[in-house]
């Protein structure tokens, strides 16, 4: 970039990125030592950040990503908003998250962010203290994306192993490895190497800041549950999800899309008392077709996206009072 830096904020909200382990071996264990560091402590072990844009540090709670959720991605979005208004010069912001619910934190934020600024999440599968840490590069190639005049008008952006993926598409595949991050069907929007950022596509379904739904405005989401298939499965969980309040249910389904018969029973069951079900499926990959036996058990299709996404958006069109035709025109758009 030329001219005056770029003006950057990285926002740290825990994680892999964020622990420090026992020593540069300890690739795993890490959790155990407790140690976490806040964003600008995390910047400080890595001045490289300072060479490539102008970062402001943003402390927020530092959690493993398990336990990130609705109350954060609500904090999220009025953080983001509160930095676009406070610094209108702002090129683009990092969020620094655990890996493990990373993609639903971006894929809920790619929902709900209304500023028209850049956001790009980055984690890191090593933590800051290990050998060979992913940490620090993954961290200067996500803020370089966020700096980048053409990451605007991208959605939310995810940036770990040099590479650029859609919030939509990306999912973690691998417990361990370095490019654990995939686009399954699509691919990568871009590379971030040594010499800048390079993208090549742009998603095309709806996404921030181009989104309908108003996270600031709730004080919760609806419950929706997810019933997995497996051989054998009965319709214990899903009759204990209605029980529980439900109003909307995702079926990580056999491809290309359907549950085991006794899960479809109660899932048919949930339906005609007025549950939304959504059919997806189980493997990750490709959309789900209405067909006439969905339609007739009275269930919605969540097209190609993953069980953990599709949850989401059910909960967020849900909250917005959409009934069935919305819904099904909500997961057609988004
Ligand atoms: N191992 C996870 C990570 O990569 C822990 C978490 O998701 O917070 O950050």
């Not at 930095?83 to 090129?91: I, K, N, S």
């Not at 890996?99 to 028209?116: D, P, S």
């Not at 849900?318 to 988004?334: H, K, N, P, V």
């Amino acid at each position: 970039m030329s001219g005056a830096r770029a003006k950057v904020a990285f926002i740290g909200t825990g994680g892999t990125m964020s622990s420090l382990g026992a020593g540069p071996l300890d690739l795993n264990d890490y959790g155990a030592t407790g140690q976490r560091l806040h964003a600008d402590e995390i910047l400080a072990r890595f001045p490289e950040t300072a060479l490539v844009a102008d970062v402001i540090p943003v402390r927020y709670r530092n959690v493993a990503s398990p336990a990130v959720g609705f109350a954060d991605w609500k904090a999220l979005v009025l953080t983001v908003d509160r930095l676009a208004g406070a610094h209108p010069d702002l090129a683009g912001i990092v969020i620094g998250h655990g890996t493990a619910t990373l993609e639903e934190t971006a894929y809920a934020l790619n929902l709900t962010v209304k500023a028209a600024v850049p956001v790009v999440l980055t984690g890191a599968q090593r933590p800051p203290s290990a050998l060979s840490s992913d940490t620090g590069l993954n961290l200067l190639n996500a803020i370089r994306v966020a700096a980048s005049p053409e990451a605007r008008g991208m959605g939310v952006l995810v940036v770990l192993n040099d590479e650029i993926q859609a919030a939509r598409e990306v999912a973690k595949t691998s417990t361990l490895r370095l490019q654990t991050f995939r686009s399954p069907d699509f691919g990568v929007l871009g590379h971030a190497d040594g010499d800048g950022v390079a993208f090549y596509r742009r998603p095309l379904r709806r996404g921030a800041p181009d989104t309908e739904f108003d996270i600031r405005a709730l004080d919760a989401l609806p419950r929706v549950d997810i019933a997995y298939a497996h051989a054998d499965a009965d319709g214990v969980a899903v009759r204990a999800f209605v029980a529980a309040g439900a109003r909307g249910i995702v079926s990580a389904g056999f491809a290309p899309g359907f549950p085991a018969p006794e899960q479809t029973e109660a899932l048919a069951e949930a339906a005609r008392q007025g549950v939304v079900v959504v059919q997806s499926t189980r493997v990750g990959s490709g959309r789900v077709v209405r067909t006439t036996r969905l339609a007739e058990q009275g269930f919605l299709v969540a097209d190609n996206l993953t069980p953990q996404k599709a949850r989401i958006l059910l909960a967020l069109a849900l909250a917005a009072g959409a009934g069935r035709d919305e819904i099904a025109r909500i997961f057609s758009e988004y």
